[in-house]
Every structure is written in C-alpha cells, then in structure tokens.
C-alpha cells in the first residue's frame, strides 16, 4: 500500500468530501485510517489466506476503503450504529458490496458483537470509535472483541489514547483545537466547529478519556497477549493486541 498521492486520490475520488475535509481539519486522524489498512495488511500477508474481518464503527467509509484496499481476498463486515453516515458507506463503497466483499450492520458494537459466534473474526479492526465508549461499556466491548476474534486474531485499534502525562496531553489537546479553529473559521462553518469542540469535550472527559496505560492495561486483563502501542501522533495512535493460541 502506498503512501503516496495516488492512494491519496483513491481516498478523495472514493470517499470525496468527507475524507478532504478530514485531512484538512484532523490530517493525523485521515492519517490514521491509513496506518490501520496497513496494519490490517500485514496480519494478512502473515496469514496467507482469505481473512474475516469486522470493523467497529465504519462510519462513511474512510477506514473501510483502507482496510478493503489492503488486500483482495478478505471479507470485512462494517459495524456501525448511525444509518445517515452508513448509508453514505454504502454509497461510497458499493462496489465492494456488489463483490460480496462487504457486509453492513447497523447496530451498536456491543450488541453486534454478542450476536457473533466464538472465535469468529480473524481480525477486529476500528479506528476513532473505541474512545467514544464510556469506560464500563468499553470493558464490556473489549470482552466481547476477545471471545470473537479466533485463537491468534488480532485487535487493530487507531484512536485517541490520551497521554498519561496529562500536562502533555492538554497541551497537544490544545493545538488540536487551535487547528480546528484554523480550518473550520476559514471555511466559515462555525456550527461545524461547534460540533467538534463538543465532542473533544466528551473524548476528554473522565467518563470517556481512553488513557494509554489503563487502555494496555484493560487488554491484558482481558487475555490479550503481544499487547503494543506505537505510530504515536499526538494523542494518537495505533494499539494492536493478540488473542493467545
């Protein structure tokens, strides 16, 4: 998978204004989709077989056309509980469901998951979902991500994980904000701006904020192994952990 501007073009051709405003206004979280399709493409080129993989909280597309890009043979069954930004999904993606190689369901993620059966998913792949979850239901969620995924699977999670240096951490919040600004005010959408300013209220709120070392912490206890953090951008960042054979 390439960097580079063609990979870019597929992303605005395909996804449009969604995925340019993002880049714009979050270029780390557009980033971010991309490090999770590669991800993805690296537990399949290890595995050397058609792989089953469900994403949580698909969204309109823009981490669905990175992980279905990153190899032609795998299944991927998008999860997400808003049907105006799925619908665009499927706009947006309606090739690879008219392959067969893309499934929807409009549900929240942990009443999809408890609907799946046992070591099921060869990969749980999300990005930017996991952090929107309130802390017990997010334990609740990570259970049920571990009993789904097969001996050997793998968690693939690009999200805001908060440093645990919290001085650190509301500096980089800060800039964030002061970018948001930048973009949204120049774009004269402030009722925009005020959406996201909201919603970084409730990322970093106590009931939600996802903290690095409680996150890695939370997997462990839930039975993950090769639990790893890495690819950091600011409160972003990419975790990935196993479930034991």
Same mark, same amino acid.
């Not at 089953?52 to 597309?61: H, P, Q, S």
């Given at each position: ?23 714009? $206004? ?48 795998m299944i991927v069954t ?10 665009q999904a499927k706009e ?23 609907? $799946? ?115 950091? $951008? ?12």
């Amino acid at each position: 998978m390439s960097n580079g501007s063609s990979y870019d073009a597929m992303f605005s051709g395909i996804i449009g204004r969604d995925y340019d405003m993002l880049q714009r $206004m979050s270029p780390l979280s557009a980033e971010m989709s991309k490090i999770v399709g590669r991800a993805v493409k690296h537990y399949a080129d290890k595995a050397g077989r058609p792989l089953n993989v469900v994403e949580l909280g698909g969204g309109t597309g823009i981490t669905t056309l990175a992980i279905l890009s990153s190899n032609d043979d795998m299944i991927v069954t998008s999860i997400d509980s808003e049907p105006t930004m799925q619908n665009q999904a499927k706009e947006n993606l309606k090739q690879w469901v008219d392959n067969g190689r893309l499934f929807f369901k409009l549900d929240d993620a942990y009443s999809a998951l408890t609907k $799946m059966a046992d070591n099921s998913a060869d990969v749980l792949a999300t990005a930017y979902t996991v952090h929107n979850f309130e802390h017990s239901y997010r334990e609740r969620v990570i259970e049920q991500i571990f009993r789904v995924l097969k001996p050997g699977g793998q968690f693939i999670n690009g999200d805001r994980y908060a440093l645990d240096d919290i001085f650190e951490n509301t500096r980089t919040v800060q800039e964030e904000i002061s970018g948001f600004f930048e973009v949204l005010i120049g774009e004269n959408k402030p009722d925009l701006l005020e959406q996201w300013i909201i919603h970084l209220f409730n990322d970093e709120s106590e009931n939600h904020v996802m903290r690095e070392g409680i996150s890695l912490k939370q997997l462990e206890e839930a039975g993950f192994v090769d639990i790893a953090l890495n690819q950091r $951008m600011k409160v972003n960042a990419l975790v990935t952990a196993v479930k034991p054979i």
